[in-house]
Every structure is written in C-alpha cells, then in structure tokens.
C-alpha cells in the first residue's frame, strides 16, 4: 500500500527554515521521506547558522541560500537559481518571519 503521505520524490522550500518552526517543518518533512530541503535566510551568517543545525541533526539532503524574501526580485533570482540547481519545487513553506516582541497596540500598520 502507498503511503499517502510520504513525500519521496518531491522538493519542498521552506523559508526562513535556519531555526525554529521552519526548521522543525524540514525534519518532519525529511521524516516523510523528502528529496530535498531547500531553505533560504537573509543574511550568510544566518544561513551557515541554518547548515550547522541541518548537519547537526543529520540532515544532508538540505540546500540553502541567501535571500530577502521581501524584495521581490531577489526571489524570482532564487527561483530561477533553485530550479537549475537543484530541480522543481513542489512544495513551498512560506515560513519566513520577524518577531518584534512589542505589545500589539504599539505596532504600527505599514502600507
């Protein structure tokens, strides 16, 4: 019987997955039998933070890269990188985040 949720053949981008819920999303997704882990940070420091986590934890099948996903050119870049680098993308985790630890009556809306 197939698994219906195995994820073998399949490539999923889970970004901002350095640390934290993206980068628990990636274990569960290569517990699942994923091909690969693509994953992108802002900056390279937090990007080698994000490879050591990834090797640490036994995870190989994992490629990341530098990218500001607020800057819209930059992740058409990315896309066009990732498909010739390392194949299609099925699957797209749009994790990337910034905590501002303010009270929420103090944030500001931005347009």
Not at 30 to 51: C, H, K, M, P, S
Not at 70 to 78: C, I, M, N, R, Y
Request: aromatic residues 8%; charged residues 25%.
């Amino acid at each position: 019987m197939n698994n219906p949720f195995s994820l073998e053949g399949r490539n999923a981008w889970i970004t901002g997955a350095s640390y934290g819920i993206g980068f628990n999303i990636a274990k569960a997704f290569v517990a699942a039998g994923i091909d690969n882990i693509i994953f992108n940070d802002i900056n390279e420091a937090a990007l080698r933070r994000g490879l050591d986590n990834y090797k640490e934890a036994g995870i190989t099948n994992v490629h990341g890269y530098v990218c500001d996903v607020t800057k819209e050119d930059d992740v058409k870049a990315l896309v066009e990188k990732i498909h010739a680098e390392v194949g299609r993308i099925d699957i797209l985790v749009n994790n990337a985040g910034i905590i501002k630890r303010i009270p929420m009556h103090e944030m500001q809306r931005r347009e």
